[in-house]
């Protein structure tokens, strides 16, 4: 046991627990572990402001299944990095963010940039932890790893005193402990076969974290040897391919009507990883509160969760990727009529794709069209949030080699700095970015972290010079009383060029194939600007549509 520092520790304990890629933010906080980290093949992509960094390591743990780690310094620095923070926690990915702290000295003076980060992340993170003494750095740090990735994923916050680590330490090397993942009993997988069996008009919905590559096999194997129809939760739809016929929509936002006809007329719903949460149930409006009319199944890895919002038959402690292969292998005897609703339900999701001839020079429904056509099979797909999600959401469908990186928080700015976490881990992969044009202003400099760490993606620019989301819901509820939510975009291809990138705008839908031929082969990455009729919400409504409409009470 040889002496360090307690910076020196912490990047022992990267290097121990495999990780390969760190975002941040520097800060004098935590300058040991900057230095620690000179010497090691560690790749520190330094970022532009904390809430990209925070989204980048969130979309790294999405996409990989490990954590994503971030550091950021006292004060401003963990503010900032909130945002990542929650995202991380509501769309169950694990992720560690390691924040800067003062003295311990200091500690309760209101010392500068001092914060309390048990109140400050305690209802957003699954773990916070100040480490008090260097020697106890090592096993602060095992746990954190432990409980980021054990039963519901989820993000984990470590402060970490400058004092602490500056100090020095003889403690033995971190060694990563064995990860629980909750197994279900055979005779519970009995029961859940059961139910299956006996249903006439089953669907399971599917979500959450903990879901590996083999599992999302094993899911499409199981559904189409047994016809049971599969709807993805708010933006899992990756989760199995798309292209299947046991797929039958997802259920988010703006959940189509198809989709709201299977979840209300199942008469079982095996909820998978899914928390039965407001996206995934239409606000609790599809399943009746307390007792629904359907029969369910629940099986999620953190037991609070079973029953929480709905009274179920079964309630099953389960991690998704190992459950789903406990009963891949398994048979049920399937009804008549199960494979004639399973075809009906597929023909009414397939329907719902149809998108009508858009306004505007550049028409958004056949450029998603040509990307459906033209992407590689594993393409990836990012974006934040706001109106223009539409189109990578609902006109898009993942094969079961292409992955979708969004955030169930609903957290604008997103779409990029996950873009640039996906070129981190895939360069060679084609990542494909969706922005809006008020979105992607919310973390616009991060495309001087993508050419600086060369993970530069595709960024399409969808602009309707406005809070477009925000601008639905006050045209139904106020109409024609616009207030705060037109926006006085900059120029988007010069920006772009600006920061080296390739950029071009894209006037009619004729101009956009050879444009994005353009941007792929670009080696500096490439930003398509598409400016799309303002007057078109939704690619169904309008704002006349909408004023149209009588208000809600």
Known sequence: MTERSGGQLVVDALVAQGVSTVFGVPGESYLTVLDALHD?????????QEGGAAYMAEAWGKLTGEPGVCMVTRGPGATNASVGVHTAMQDSTPMLLLVGQVSTGRRGR???QEIDYRHFFGSIAKWVVEVARTDDLADALTIAFKIAVSGRPGPVVVALPEDVLTASTAVVDVTPLQVERATPAVDEIDTIIEELGAAERPVMIVGGGRWTIPA???????AEANTIAVVTAFRFHDLIDNFSDVYVGEAGVWMSTAVQSTIRDADLIVGLGIRFGQMTTGAWSLLDLPTPSQRVVHVHPERIQLGRIYSTEVGVLGDPSITIAMLRDRELVSSPGRSGWVADRRAAYLESMVCPPQPGGVDMGEVMAWLQAELPPDAILTNGAGNFTVWPSKFFRYGPDARLLAPQSGTMGYGLPAAIAAKAAHPDRTVVCFAGDGDLQMTIQELATARQAGCEPIVI??????????????????????SGTDLVNPDFVMLAAAHGMHSERVATTGDFAPAFARAAASPTGALLHIRVDPS??????????????????
Not at 461 to 482: A, L
Not at 548 to 553: D, E, N, V, Y
Request: net charge positive; glycine share 4%; hydrophobic share 30%.
């Open 40 to 48: 090691t093949e560690v790749r520190y992509l330094t970022c532009r």
């Open 110 to 112: 209101e010392a500068f």
């Open 216 to 222: 999302r096999r094993d899911l499409e194997q199981f």
């Open 461 to 482: 620019v969808v602009d309707n010079q406005m809070y477009g989301t925000i601008r639905t819901h006050q045209e139904r509820v106020f109409p024609e009383r616009v």
């Open 536 to 553: 078109r919400l939704t690619p169904f409504e309008s704002i006349t549509d909408v004023r149209g409409r009588p208000r809600p009470k």
